[in-house]
């Protein structure tokens, strides 16, 4: 008897569970599936491209394999001036994001005029491209494969940029350096969405991987942190010593990240700093240390180009 009971107990375990993990994953996932891209989900996949997390073209998840996001103010092909436009570069080779590769990722509406209007079908990884976000007539946003649509090339794109952000490869310094298990980036209640801007819509996370909504909330959420606060110096010092401009921060340093060198090349002293700084904590320096400006291809100024671009 004691027996029976006790396979009794185990079945109804194993059924309670199965439709918990159901109820949890199975029909949310469903529900996410039959989501559109937003406009802000094609931003962040252009962005972002494949997969910010473990892969095996970037196991040491150093950023590689990523597109460049840029800003434009004339055409690349012409030179004529144009409003300002972000463009989303891929090199020959780069790993497109699932949304040009999936058929069921952008969503009915948004693949229909992405591929009719957009020519997203022409653009093959091999070649590379350079990508548009737009948004049509019926307020539908789409891709634009500018490359076929425009005739903008990788190389004339990068060579007209005003700025090249290095965002994608950023969120991989991110999610490597653990900066999810203090920070999140889903703001939930309704004080929360007066401090840290809006809450994300469903469809804004379609085609990206990982989602980094973040773990816990020991700091402030980052959604919108660029548009909070968008001082490229004040970033840099908080990266490099939080305690420079929040003197109680339990943030940890980053300033390996900076590399050998900083941006003109020079020497970057760690243990020098330090003491400067330790003269300047003990009050015998007026002033703290100058925060070397991180090197154009260094792991903070990626890191950084990814928290300015949370907007």
């Known amino acids: 008897m004691a027996f ?14 199965s439709l918990s993990m159901f109820i949890t994953i199975v029909l949310p996932g469903l529900d996410i ?78 693949q229909q005029v992405s591929e009719s209007k957009g020519r997203i079908g022409d653009a093959t990884e091999e070649k590379g491209g350079v990508f548009l976000v737009q948004t049509d007539a019926n307020d539908t946003p789409y891709i634009e494969y500018a ?30 350096e653990g900066c999810w298990w203090c920070h999140t980036l889903l703001p939930e209640e ?38 909070r606060n968008s001082s490229r110096e004040w970033m840099t010092m908080h990266f490099f010593n939080p305690r420079l401009v929040q003197p109680h921060s339990i943030m940890p340093r980053y300033d390996y990240l900076w590399g050998d060198k900083d941006v003109d090349g020079k020497a970057v002293d760690l243990a020098a700093w330090d003491e400067h700084f330790m003269r300047y904590a003990a009050g015998d320096e007026i002033y703290p240390p100058e925060v070397p400006i991180p090197a154009a291809d260094s792991e903070a100024r990626k890191l950084i180009d990814f928290v300015l671009n949370l907007k």
């Open 147 to 176: 490359t076929a649509t425009r005739g903008w090339t990788v190389a004339a794109t990068l060579k007209a940029a005003d700025e090249q952000i290095l965002a994608g490869s950023g969120k991989t310094i991110f999610v490597r």
């Open 33 to 110: 599936s039959s989501m559109s891209s937003t406009k802000v989900a094609l931003e962040k996949q252009l962005t972002y491209g494949w997969e910010s997390g473990f892969n095996y073209y970037d196991p040491f998840l150093q950023g590689k394999d990523k597109p460049i996001k840029v800003t434009l103010t004339k055409s690349p092909k012409t030179g004529a001036a144009i409003d300002k436009t972000h463009a989303y570069v891929f090199p020959a080779g780069t790993h497109f994001p699932d949304g040009l590769t999936h058929d069921n990722i952008l969503g009915d509406g948004v």
């Open 4 to 17: 029976r009971e006790y396979k009794i107990g185990c079945w109804m375990f194993g059924i309670a569970l």
């Open 190 to 227: 309704t004080q929360d969405w007066q401090d840290f801007g809006r809450p994300p819509l469903v469809g804004d996370f379609n085609g990206e991987s990982p989602t980094t909504f973040g773990s816990d909330r020991k700091a402030p959420d980052l959604l919108h942190v660029g548009s």
